[in-house]
Nanobody, 120 residues
């Protein structure tokens, strides 16, 4: 199963983008779906995730500006990004964590990344 991310691009400060991520096949026992990002010269960081139970968490830096959602039928996860800032510039990766029982959280699927560039 592969994850395909899309929706990145170049936008001005204050603009919006919507990232999408879809799985090429089925994934059983999904624990959580989310987005990470990696800016040049920095480590990859968690942006937002949504658990199978619907709990949502955001990084402090994007709280109130980004909104994560998921499609339960299509195994898709989306990230609506508003009020974008230059510091949001990064490659964004979608992620699905899966596994049940003693294997909870062991399976990690990653998308190929989509570049978001916010100009000042």
């Amino acid at each position: 199963v592969q994850l395909q991310a899309s929706g990145g691009g170049l936008v001005q400060t204050g603009g919006s983008l919507r990232l999408s991520c879809a799985a090429s096949g089925s994934i059983a026992d999904i624990n959580a779906m989310g987005w990470h990002r990696q800016a040049p010269g920095k480590e990859r960081e968690l942006v937002a995730y949504i658990s199978s139970g619907g709990n949502i968490n955001y990084a402090d830096s994007v709280e109130g500006r980004f909104t994560i959602s998921r499609d339960y039928d299509k195994i898709g996860v989306y990230l609506q990004m508003d009020s974008l800032k230059p510091e949001d510039t990064a490659v964004y990766y979608c992620n699905v964590v899966a596994g049940s029982g003693i294997h909870y959280g062991e399976l990690n699927y990653w998308g190929q990344g989509t570049l978001v560039t916010v100009s000042s």
